[in-house]
């Protein structure tokens, strides 16, 4: 069971609500925004609109392991861009393609606020400076 | 309730304080073509083609949000404002695929009345030519995601005078479409109640009956 937080009164709860049950399973599925959208009392058009606009939400099941490299202007100024190109190929995947090779998956991800790390990338979700190539 | 007078294009006209300056035009005689507006719903105020000069104001203001006021002058028709409306409508028709010929809302659609309005007798920027779907699971509608042009009406009546709420806007940018429920085929939302105000209120021929389109084009679910 995740705590109790003190959510906003819905609508305004929805992207809490939102990131709770991502936090859970995983990803947002079908049945998932499904059952936000009867649980807050949503239209369901209205919930999946929200959940599609944040990139932040995903909707489908990510890879086991998923890779991101900052884009952020530090990490940009210090090779991020070469950097994902050189983590595709060594990792045989598509940047920002979600299902990559069904085991890794590398995305470019908006400043973290680790600017003093720059270059910086995510393993899993633990951040790390990396060498530009 | 108070009137004002103000001064469209050199012609003074007068109306009811705070009514939106569409109306002021209106009562000028001055058509502005507008696609996202709708006298009925809420406005959005996305399409800017209603977009006017307000003499003291830093930029051009949407006459479907502005407030008419006492003594306000407004230009419609300077050239920025005129290359400006024509620019919109050329990208939207970049933007999605209209081709007008094979359309059943041909002769009827407010997208080719805005480019009749504009003089628009050639897009000056590259056609996108999107992939897109339609959408034909609704027995009595069609859903043709090609000619939509994201006004949002169909949102705003199924929402704010059906209450239905079948229509949302979904992702971002130039990813943006419209879904009917969660991203479900339309004929499988259960709280469409068929009433068809989306399919009246669409300026163009994304949102059709099927009884306008010539028979035996379209499979029925």
């Known amino acids: ?19 709770q049950r991502q936090q859970q399973h995983g990803h947002l599925s079908r049945t998932t925004l499904a059952m ?5 009392r949503l239209p369901p058009a209205h919930v999946y609109g929200v959940a599609s606009f944040y990139h932040l939400f995903r909707l489908t099941p990510p890879t086991p392991h998923r890779c991101g490299i900052c884009f952020g202007t ?23 393609d979600p299902a990559g090779d069904g085991l890794w998956s590398l995305e470019t991800v908006s400043c973290l606020g680790a600017c003093g790390l720059a ?4 393993m899993d979700g633990v951040p790390r400076r990396a060498e530009a190539p | 309730m108070a009137v004002v007078t103000l001064q469209v294009n050199d012609t003074t006209v007068a109306v009811p304080a705070g009514v939106p300056l569409l109306q002021a035009l209106a009562a000028a005689g001055v058509a502005l073509p507008t696609l996202c507006h709708h006298p009925r719903l809420s406005p959005v105020a996305a399409c800017r083609l209603c977009l006017v000069e307000l003499e003291g104001a830093s930029r051009p203001l949407p006459a479907c949000v502005t407030a008419a006021a006492e003594g306000q002058r407004l230009r419609t028709d300077t050239p920025a404002l005129q290359a400006g409306r024509r620019l919109i409508v050329e990208l939207l028709f970049a933007e999605g695929n209209h081709p007008c010929a094979v359309c059943v809302a041909n002769g009827d659609c407010e997208l080719q009345d805005a480019a009749r309005h504009v003089g628009m007798d050639l897009v000056s920027v590259p056609y996108r ?3 897109r779907q339609v959408d034909a699971s609704h027995p009595l509608f069609l859903l043709d995601h090609h000619r939509c042009i994201l006004c949002s009406r169909c949102v705003r009546v199924c929402d704010e005078i059906e209450g239905a709420h079948v229509w949302a806007m979904a992702n971002r940018g130039s990813a943006t479409r419209l879904i009917a429920g969660l991203d479900q085929p339309w004929g499988t939302v259960d709280s469409c109640t068929s009433c068809g105000k989306c399919v009246a209120v669409c300026p163009t021929g994304a949102l059709v009956a099927r009884e306008d389109v010539p028979l035996g084009r379209w499979p029925t679910p």
């Open chain 1, 119 to 122: 270059p910086v990338l995510v």
């Open chain 2, 129 to 131: 030519h999107p992939s």
């Open chain 1, 36 to 40: 936000v959208a009867q649980e807050l």
């Open chain 1, 74 to 96: 530090a990490c940009l100024l210090r090779g991020a861009a070469a950097l994902a190109a050189a983590q595709a190929q060594r990792l045989g995947v598509r940047l920002d």
């Open chain 1, 1 to 19: 069971m995740a705590p109790e937080t003190p959510f906003p009164q819905p609508p305004g709860r929805l992207i809490e609500v939102l990131h």
